[in-house]
T-cell receptor, first 118, second 116 residues
Framework: DTEVTQTPKHLVMGMTNKKSLKCEQHMGHRAMYWYKQKAKKPPELMFV???????INESVPSRFSPECPNSSLLNLHLHALQPEDSALYLC?????????????????FGPGTRLTVL | AQSVTQLDSQVPVFEEAPVELRCNYS??????LFWYVQYPNQGLQLLLKYLSGSTLVKGINGFEAEFNKSQTSFHLRKPSVHISDTAEYFCAVSGDGGTSYGKLTFGQGTILTVHP
């Protein structure tokens, strides 16, 4: 089972609202990620949590605030967003794959949350 | 530093025809390669991955890819496509940075459109 779930599927919010996106995985994966994807573009990495600690913040504006309450859950808190923040927000989790001498993480993605900021 | 180039932004093809989506990479360290598919308004689904061993990798939905180290390529192929294969396909590379997570570098994507 390689399922990552995300809620809600769609979200419309005003620029003064506060909302949260939720991501969940029960595969025992060691890392979880938030990506932003604009139309016809590849996903852009925002944050990485590894073993529940923030490992990467790709210079994301403070109006996006990630939270990792436990190893299965990842939240993204949104506040005072701009219309240009409208995008598909993807969550992913990963496990280590070894090739004998080293290895890498394989990432599994959720279905995404389509965010529209009015 | 790593980079990925997907040579075709769009590939139109007729149903039941073969297709090849091209991907070239550059990496200064050990390289691990992935193909993901994204159907409209959905997340990314892992099609296949190359870590080591056999250079011909088989994935889901009848897709396969061949790792060619000398040409730094990882092209995706399917011998006979279906309408349902219409989607965007992303090639990605990851290196063994010795970290406790993975960092993917994506190509710009190739939109495959299968016509009846």
């Amino acid at each position: 089972d390689t399922e990552v779930t995300q809620t809600p599927k769609h979200l419309v919010m005003g620029m003064t609202n506060k909302k949260s996106l939720k991501c969940e995985q029960h595969m025992g994966h060691r890392a979880m990620y938030w990506y932003k994807q604009k139309a016809k573009k590849p996903p852009e990495l925002m944050f990485v949590y590894s073993y529940e600690k923030l490992s990467i913040n790709e210079s994301v504006p403070s109006r996006f605030s990630p939270e990792c309450p436990n190893s299965s859950l990842l939240n993204l808190h949104l506040h005072a967003l701009q219309p240009e923040d409208s995008a598909l927000y993807l969550c992913a989790s990963s496990k280590r794959d070894f090739d004998g001498t080293g290895g890498t993480d394989t990432q599994y993605f959720g279905p995404g949350t389509r965010l529209t900021v009015l | 530093a790593q980079s990925v180039t997907q040579l075709d932004s769009q590939v139109p093809v007729f149903e039941e025809a073969p297709v090849e989506l091209r991907c070239n990479y550059s990496s200064s360290v050990s390289v691990y390669l992935f193909w993901y598919v994204q159907y409209p308004n959905q997340g990314l689904q892992l099609l296949l991955k190359y870590l080591s061993g056999s250079t011909l990798v088989k994935g889901i939905n009848g897709f396969e890819a061949e790792f060619n180290k000398s040409q730094t390529s990882f092209h995706l192929r399917k011998p006979s496509v279906h309408i349902s294969d219409t989607a965007e396909y992303f090639c990605a590379v990851s290196g063994d940075g010795g970290t406790s997570y993975g960092k993917l570098t994506f190509g710009q994507g190739t939109i495959l459109t299968v016509h009846p």
